[in-house]
Nanobody, 123 residues
Framework: QVQLVESGGGLVQAGGSLRLSCAAS????????MAWFRQAPGKEREFVAV????????SYADSAKGRFTISGDNAKSTVYLQMSSLKPEDTAIYYC????????????????WGQGTQVTVSS
């Protein structure tokens, strides 16, 4: 079992920045892929970014490219999502997720989820 706890959400004005954190515990996660998803009101949960701990490869949804950066701190078993140039359409609950093996973009491929953290971007 892997436990994931997100933090760092909040209210920010359009154009501002936030850094989300996801602390992982329970197992050695070096073989895991760690991802961020988000879910806006009335919409399905969607992929934002993913990072493979081993090798550090990353990939992003088109909506996140150039504005968001996913990174990790091995010593802290923590994954971050640095978000900049935020837009009102980025408003959503952001979830951290983990899976063993390759990086994936689909919700159904992830077995472990955090409780989510709210990000609200005002115009």
């Amino acid at each position: 079992q892997v436990q994931l706890v997100e933090s760092g959400g909040g209210l920010v004005q359009a154009g501002g920045s936030l850094r989300l954190s996801c602390a992982a515990s329970g197992r050695t996660i070096s073989s895991y892929a760690m991802a961020w998803f988000r879910q806006a009101p009335g919409k399905e949960r969607e992929f934002v970014a993913v990072m493979k701990w081993s090798g550090g490869t990353t990939s992003y949804a088109d909506s996140a490219k150039g504005r968001f950066t996913i990174s990790g701190d091995n010593a802290k078993s923590t994954v971050y999502l640095q978000m900049s140039s935020l837009k009102p359409e980025d408003t959503a609950i952001y979830y951290c997720a983990a899976r063993v093996g390759l990086s994936k973009w689909s919700v159904r491929d992830y077995a472990y989820w955090g409780q989510g953290t709210q990000v609200t971007v005002s115009s």
